[in-house]
């Protein structure tokens, strides 16, 4: 399937917390199966990002060796350019969508993020 780096950027943190959730076995291995399979392209973003924040920001107060950007550095404009294209660019990955229990609890915010991740079980 295609996906933008951004969607997989973002589908980070609401996977690991579905990840953390107790579900059953078949869906906690799918779950397993997805984040093995975004691994290596979330490693790239994350590099790649790393590496606009230490071109464009500048040396962290309470990080030592570390860099930071915020909106208020003269930096910032041009890293968001390019922050935007490294999130536009297109990918394939080979994933089969993980099926969520239909009873299952979840918050609207982890849904929308994995909208193209997750499906919901109507078994």
Known sequence: ?????????????????LMAVKLPVK???ELVKLATSLKDQMAVIEQVRDKLIITYGKPASNMPG???IT??????????????ELFN????????????PMNFEIEPHILMALD???????A
């Open 1 to 17: 399937m295609k996906l933008k780096n951004g969607e997989i950027f973002n589908a980070k943190e609401p996977l690991n917390k």
């Open 27 to 29: 869906t906690s291995y």
């Open 66 to 68: 570390g860099s930071q």
């Open 71 to 84: 909106p208020a550095d003269e930096g910032f404009p041009k890293f968001a350019e390019e922050l935007g």
């Open 89 to 100: 660019q297109e990918v394939e990955i080979e994933f089969n969508a993980v099926k969520i």
């Open 116 to 122: 193209k991740f997750i499906e919901l079980d109507e």
